[in-house]
């Protein structure tokens, strides 16, 4: 391979290597993954979504699925090929992709038995009548007629793309949808030409892509997505899907993405506590039988990968051909542009929290991001185009707190061109999540410390650690942003006296040195972020207690099966329904959910039941008449979570900045 002058190509050479996906060539080997937005049907905002990661160097972007026909509808919020929003939305997106130098491919999408009935009033089909029990329902089997209307409007739907524009298409195969249905025992109960063993069961996927393949012609490029792994029961061994692989490079698929498991699998997949990289292996054996057998169609790897690094790694071992990343470039646009600038340590990494993104692409919530709450909101918060240098008498802002609320609203404004100031009472930026980053499977929560860590500097805000930051300080700004964040819940137990007692706080920061026994009052998130920290040392004895019914109340549907079924694992009691009663010698007595008291055994108490303000900034700024405003949890403890505290510093920084610096104008991306 040449040298190349770029710092970023010279350091991931195999990522920036050309590629070509049948007649598409594409500049470097990474891919722009599907992510379903719900706002598809807003094409202005659609369009402003893709502009900034097509400028930011996604060279070929995967839409969101398109339902083929509205029984294969995956919601409300989903398009339906052909149908005038659909339309609409396309000519947006291709308008825009194209013009920032990009390519566009439509996903073409059927939910089968993953369908809502309360969408269009209509059954969902499925290749068998199999219970759904991600949609609830028990849908249809699809007979001989039913198959056949389907295949023409996939082939329908392929056709519309091609001559609307798309560069490619990409056929959703994998995640339990329709085509996987087909191709799994576990949802396949026919025997029929459409089932009865897996030679069969790999009809309905080739008659798929012959359908697809003969509406856009032979030099039209077609991606297959298909499921390397279902991993749910009753399906067949990964090795039938090695074969279907080997069935749709010879049927005529230019490229195949490999996807891993279904809504109804109880493997992690997505979540931050899967290591990076883990399913690669998975798109790797497909990749070999492929070279084994004389096919040259690239292999697509997807799942867990968040870094340039990594997809380099992956790429430069030769597991796969290409690198499909979605969520990395929700937290980041231009995650691309950056590494090939040689500046990977300026991107803002994705942390897996799915707390923005597939948590709300489940429902019908806009889907945005957690540490970039610009995501999917472009327009509403367009760029800043600062001044070139800051006058003497520039407006000024301080900002009190480096949590993520704090740390937002001071990059937003310095962004706009407002000097800034930020204070942090502790040694280091970020807030709760320098907790978070300690916890199993969160240690990416340390790369957004890192990522404004080095931002802040280069947009100029001048940082200052260890410093409380009191009225006398800050009574020389133009105005004083309140992020201070939140503080531990104190409850009344009677006989504290008797044993040690810590709130989450204390507990975090001397987690190796507690003692085996542990009663943790409280089992919300930071109760089981705590627990799973402390159920590192197996040796412990940790029983987890809350008041109310549900454990983990607050963590994101798609995380929180996953983060319990690990406590479970790691042998933590959690009981519900409880009252507590008092601390003895032994341990937390408490009453439990059928009345009966019992001696929870413990040798140290941990209070993590919730968050109130951290109001003393707030009352002393306003006592001094100090201009000021609160944010985050410093502004409201009720139901906070990070997704809310970065994009109230967001807002606040957005609308601040335009009071103190005039009319925002949109920037050029950099």
């Known amino acids: ?78 398009l339906v090929a052909g149908e005038a929003p659909f339309r609409e939305a396309a000519a947006a997106a291709l308008e825009a992709v194209h013009d920032a130098g990009a390519k566009l491919a439509l996903q073409l999408f059927h939910a089968g038995r993953y369908a809502f009935e309360s969408t ?15 949609s609830k329902a028990m849908p249809a089997a699809m007979d001989e007629a039913h198959i056949h209307r389907t295949l023409a409007d996939f082939a329908a739907a392929a056709g519309q793309a091609k001559e609307l524009g798309f560069d490619a298409v990409e056929i959703m195969g994998s995640e339990g949808y329709l085509v996987n249905q087909f191709a799994s025992a576990a949802t396949n109960r026919r025997n029929d030409a459409w089932g009865g063993d897996a030679p069969r069961r790999q009809a309905f996927p080739l008659a798929v892509l012959a359908a697809v393949r003969g509406a856009v012609g032979g ?67 497909i990749r070999r039988h492929l070279m084994g057998t004389g096919h040259a169609v690239p292999v697509i790897g ?20 290409f690198v499909s990343m979605a969520r990395p470039l929700l937290a980041d646009p231009r995650i691309i542009a950056k590494s090939a600038a040689g500046r990977p340590d300026l991107v803002n990494t994705c942390i897996a929290c799915n707390e923005a993104c597939i948590d709300r692409s489940l429902g019908t919530e806009p889907v945005s991001c957690l540490v970039n709450p ?58 709760q999540f320098r907790l978070a980053c300690r916890v199993p499977g969160k240690t990416d929560f340390a790369e957004t410390i890192r990522y404004f860590s080095r931002e802040l500097p280069r947009l100029g805000v001048e940082v200052h650690t260890d410093i409380r930051a009191g009225a006398e300080v800050l009574s020389g700004y133009s105005h004083v942003i309140d992020a201070t964040g939140v503080l531990p ?124 303000e951290n109001s003393s900034l707030s009352r002393e700024l306003a006592a001094a008449g100090i201009a000021h405003t609160s944010v985050g949890g410093a502004a409201s403890a009720a139901g906070l979570n990070a997704v809310r505290a970065f994009a109230e510093g967001l807002a606040c920084g957005t609308a601040l900045a335009a009071e103190l610096a005039g009319e925002r104008k949109r920037a050029p991306l950099p």
Do not use: C, K
């Open 219 to 285: 030099g039209f490029p077609v991606v297959f997505r298909l499921s390397g792994d279902d991993l749910v029961d009753g399906a067949g061994p990964p090795e039938e899907y090695v074969s279907l692989a080997g069935a749709l490079a010879t049927g005529g698929a230019d490229a195949l993405n490999v996807g891993i498991g279904w809504h109804e699998s109880r493997i992690p997949t997505v979540q931050a506590l899967v290591p990076h990289g883990t399913w690669l292996p998975v798109a790797a054996r």
């Open 120 to 134: 269009y009033g209509l059954q969902p089909a499925a290749p068998s009548a199999v219970w759904s029990a991600y």
């Open 302 to 321: 997807s799942n867990r990968i968040n870094s340039v690094a990594q997809a380099e790694a992956a790429l430069a071992d030769g597991m796969v051909d």
């Open 374 to 431: 610009r995501a999917g909101r472009e327009r509403a918060f367009p760029l800043f185009s600062p001044p070139r240098t800051r006058s003497a008498g520039a407006a000024r802002a301080a900002v009190a707190g480096a949590g993520p609320a704090g740390l937002q609203a001071a990059a937003t404004l310095a962004e706009a061109g407002i000097h800034v100031d930020l204070f942090e009472s502790a040694p280091g930026l970020g807030g």
């Open 489 to 612: 819940r104190t409850i009344r137990l009677p006989g504290t006296e008797h044993l040690p007692v810590y709130d989450y706080h204390a507990a975090f920061a001397r987690a190796a040195a507690l003692p085996r026994r542990l009663a943790v009052v409280g089992a919300g998130g930071i109760a089981v972020d705590l627990a799973h920290l402390l159920a590192e040392h197996r040796f412990r004895q940790i029983t987890l207690l809350r008041r109310g019914s549900r454990i983990g109340e607050g963590i994101g549907p798609s995380t929180r099966w996953a983060v319990l079924q690990a406590l479970r694992a790691a042998g933590v009691t959690m009981l519900t329904g409880v009252s507590y009663q008092e601390v003895t010698s032994r341990g937390l007595v408490i009453t439990g959910s059928e009345g009966q008291d019992e001696l929870v055994p413990a040798e140290a108490v941990i209070v993590a039941a919730g968050q109130v």
């Open 1 to 78: 391979m040449p040298d190349d002058p770029r710092p970023g190509f010279r350091q991931f050479p195999h990522v920036f290597a050309p590629g070509r996906i049948g007649t598409l060539e594409v500049p470097h080997r990474i891919i722009m993954g599907s992510m379903h937005l719900n706002f598809e049907q807003d094409p202005l905002a659609l369009a402003a979504f893709y502009t900034e990661r097509a400028a930011g160097g996604a060279a070929l972007i995967v839409t969101g699925g398109a339902a083929i026909n509205r029984e294969g509808s995956g919601g409300r919020t989903y």
